[in-house]
């Protein structure tokens, strides 16, 4: 291993990040605080035009902002509890989590049909246990958990959605030997670890997502990518670090290179091969070695340990962020194809065909220091994020004019600062082929001191700037959780979701909507309780059983009315569900302790809310109350008490 130390590149990242963090105010002019305050105010009981769907980072949720305001909305839980949805608890959920409590969510992906959103899914990965969430835009609720995806480690380069909702693409952040469990010494890093790329098949009609198959590639760290549109469908990009496949000190052994690798995948090939029987199958996938099944995976040079790789939303420009030079690249599709076709190669790798750098480029664009994102407004116009400089830069796609060419500074048009370094950034639409553009908002990774101090834990901050003329306008920030990554804007006008489930349309065997069919019954040591939930009690609000049954309770939201939800916690049980109107949901749990446990609604629903409560009676084993809703354990079905009629409705 080289050991050329580039701790000055270190260093000047350190020293300007610290220079940024001094936490003073940008001064805004008065005429233009005005301005941008009406910009972004949404008055009481007005409403947002846009959705703006943050990945939470690692607490693993998605959070919903409303565009223009930055007001924070909802919290949809994916990839961790969330007692305030009771996310986490009922049986649904707890079986999608498994046994993971957090993921580390970055990349939200909008379901598209025809390279355009179609407001159907939202698709999320969790970098740290190898998965891919789908939220259903028709209620906002995860609906879906794949994975951990076999033979993927660092589920980081995902989740890229292809132009037809086709597939979600991934590509590993680190390598292992693999398959999985095997164990190799990391010394032996480039012989025995593996990369992977994978494509996550996604049924048309239900968005069911299963792993369709997988690329081995060399053990580069796969960073970030995009997918093809226009001339490049069927395609997908992403960039690498550490092409130096350095197994220690990354900081340094993994940006020797002037130049590392990213990928250009053919993934309808690749689906070809599976389909013409070109894989071979590991731990239940089949696996395409890309030496061997030519077409489908090409390597392109770009400067230094890259990290965005975007495509624009004509399919023809791919941008990739230079991180540790000043410069993105810019790639021609066009020439790529050529390249690939003429066979303008400048070597392999590992059999892999490495394009020629000179061949495929259209520019390297001097957009200043850390670029990391792009992102386009469908008017010809790129917005980079700068993590060293703290800003966003508006730069000209190609087509370039000559004298543009000679001098790519002239394609550099705006820089608004941000506070501070800005990691991801998102502009309305543009991973679509019909950007919405109007709208930006930064994601910076540091916010300085620039709010309220609240101790030592610090919220990221977001930032709003207008993008609608020539020049770039910082409108409003907001904070938020730990820690959006990427986001996706959509038009509110563009979905209709649900408000409350329709009782028809409640398919769960367990739901009850009378009376007449709750209650308690008993079989062994099982004990099901079948309950109404309504304002402001549930039915019945007795529950029996004894110290080592199995209990399971099925709560029935019975109203049909718009933000009417009910909770259902139980005191000491660790147990807290909610119920949306027209839902059903159900816990399960072993009961190993005497006693009265009141149970409640957790939501507040009503003015009689605090009066929504029971008991779950537990007797010790084989010593049933007299009074208890059962007699004998192993009776079969005992009525549940009568309780009186409703007073809350
Ligand atoms: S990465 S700040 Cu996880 Cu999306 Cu670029
Ligand atoms: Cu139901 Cu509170």
């Not at 593996?194 to 580069?220: C, H, N, R, Y």
């Not at 092409?243 to 900081?251: C, F, P, R």
């Not at 099944?293 to 990290?307: Q, R």
Request: aromatic share 10%; charged share 20%; hydrophobic share 35%.
């Amino acid at each position: 291993m080289k050991t050329k130390t580039k701790y000055p590149i270190a260093i000047a990242i350190v020293i300007a990040a610290t220079l940024t963090s001094c936490g003073k105010s940008s001064s805004t002019n008065k005429g233009d605080r005005t301005a941008n305050a009406l910009a972004s105010y949404v008055a009481p009981g007005e409403k947002d035009e846009y959705y703006l769907f943050y990945s939470g980072g690692h607490s693993g949720q998605v959070f919903v902002a409303g565009i223009p305001s930055l007001r924070h909305i909802v919290t949809i839980p994916v990839f961790a509890p969330y007692p305030g949805t009771g996310y986490g608890f009922d049986e649904e959920s707890k079986k999608m989590l498994g046994d993971f409590t957090w993921g580390d969510m970055h990349h939200p992906a909008l379901s598209q049909t025809d390279s355009k959103y179609d407001g159907r899914w939202l698709f999320v990965n969790d970098n740290a246990n190898n998965r891919i969430a789908r939220i259903d835009l028709h209620d906002f609720k995860t609906h879906q958990i794949l994975g951990p995806i076999p033979n993927s480690i660092g589920n980081h380069g995902s989740s890229f959605i292809t132009e037809n909702s086709e597939y979600i693409l991934c590509a590993t952040r680190f390598s292992v030997p693999l398959p999985k469990g095997r164990v190799a010494d990391p010394k032996d890093y480039e012989k025995e670890f593996s990369g992977m790329a994978s494509g996550i098949k996604v049924d048309p009609q239900t968005g069911e997502m299963k792993v369709g198959w997988q690329i081995l590639t060399p053990p580069f760290d796969w960073d970030l990518g995009s997918t093809g549109k226009g001339p490049s469908s069927g395609w997908a990009f992403w960039t690498s670090y550490n092409t130096e496949m350095a197994h220690d000190v990354l900081e340094v052994n993994s940006s020797q290179k002037d130049r590392d690798l990213c990928a250009v995948v053919n993934w309808r090939a690749a689906e070809k091969a599976v389909a013409d029987g070109k894989s071979t199958m590991m731990d239940g996938v089949p696996i395409i070695d890309p030496a061997k099944v030519p077409g489908v995976l090409y390597f392109v040079p770009v400067g230094k340990s890259p990290h965005g790789m975007d495509v624009d939303p004509s399919g023809k420009w791919i941008v990739a962020g230079g991180k540790l030079q000043p410069a993105t690249t810019v790639l021609n599709f066009e020439k790529v194809q050529a390249a690939i076709n003429n066979k303008t190669f400048e070597g392999d790798f590992r059999g892999i065909p490495i394009l020629k750098y000179e061949a495929v480029v259209e520019g390297e664009v001097p957009v200043g220091l850390g670029p990391l994102h792009t992102q386009f407004d469908g008017k010809g116009f790129a917005y980079t994020s700068m993590f060293i400089d703290s800003n966003i830069t508006k730069w000209k796609l190609p087509p370039w004019t000559d004298e543009e060419k000679k001098d790519l500074n002239k394609t550099v048009l705006d820089k608004v600062p941000c506070h501070f370094s800005t990691g991801h950034l998102v502009v309305a639409g543009s991973d679509t082929k019909n950007p919405y553009g109007k709208w930006l908002v930064a994601m910076n990774k540091l916010s300085a001191g620039r709010h309220i101090n609240v101790g030592p834990v610090q919220p990221e901050s977001s930032q709003l700037i207008d993008i609608s003329g020539d020049k770039m306008k910082m409108i409003a920030e907001a904070y938020t959780e730990p820690e959006p990554h990427f986001a996706q804007i959509l038009k509110v006008s563009e979905i209709q979701p649900a408000e409350v489930y329709p009782k028809a349309e409640n398919k769960d065997p367990n739901a009850v909507w009378d009376k007449e069919n709750t209650g308690v019954t008993r079989n062994g040591n099982q004990v099901v309780a079948k309950l109404t939930a309504i304002r402001s009690r549930f039915t019945p609000d007795r529950i029996d059983a004894q110290v080592g049954d199995d209990l399971t309770v099925h709560v029935t939201n019975i109203e049909q009315t718009r933000d009417m939800i009910h909770g259902f916690g139980v005191i000491e049980q660790n147990i807290n569900m909610t119920m949306d109107p027209g839902e059903t949901k159900t816990f399960h749990i072993k009961l190993t302790k005497a006693g009265v446990f009141p149970f409640y609604c957790t939501n507040f629903c009503s003015a009689l809310h605090q009066e929504m409560q029971g008991y779950l009676v537990v007797s010790n084993a084989g010593q049933p109350l007299p009074g208890a809703v059962y007699s004998q354990p192993g009776n079969a079905t005992q009525p549940a008490p009568q309780p009186a009629a409703s007073p809350g409705n």
